[in-house]
Nanobody, 123 residues
Framework: QVQLVESGGGLVQAGGSLRLSCAASRLPFSSYAMGWFRQAPGKERELVAAISSGGSTYYADSVKGRFTISRDNAKNTVYLQMNSLKPEDTAVYYC?????????????????WGQGTQVTVSS
């Protein structure tokens, strides 16, 4: 069955950087759009960044200029490079896959989800 596994989360100080990875298996990866979501305690899960099968990207206003989403189809992996981290970036980050290759921005467009990885940014 389809599996998405995130890695790379951890504890960093404000201003620091982290690189998240999401490895996909049992999935025609290159045909899927991929997204990164995050959920802070007591808050709704929100889209952080998305990348289409053709490489078009979307970023939430709160992270634009600081985060970069990319994909390596040969490795079936999507990445989220996070720079200039702020305490408000603290959340569980989830990788998700959408079967339509466009640039999905709604949660219900994503069919598969990873287990999440914790990112904590201290002040």
């Amino acid at each position: 069955q389809v599996q998405l596994v995130e890695s790379g989360g951890g504890l960093v100080q404000a201003g620091g950087s982290l690189r998240l990875s999401c490895a996909a298996s049992r999935l025609p990866f290159s045909s899927y759009a991929m997204g990164w979501f995050r959920q802070a305690p007591g808050k709704e899960r929100e889209l952080v960044a998305a990348i289409s099968s053709g490489g078009s990207t979307y970023y939430a206003d709160s992270v634009k200029g600081r985060f970069t989403i990319s994909r390596d189809n040969a490795k079936n992996t999507v990445y989220l490079q996070m720079n200039s981290l702020k305490p408000e970036d603290t959340a569980v980050y989830y990788c998700a896959a959408a079967p339509r290759g466009g640039r999905p921005v709604q949660k219900n467009e994503y069919a598969y989800w990873g287990q999440g990885t914790q990112v904590t940014v201290s002040s």
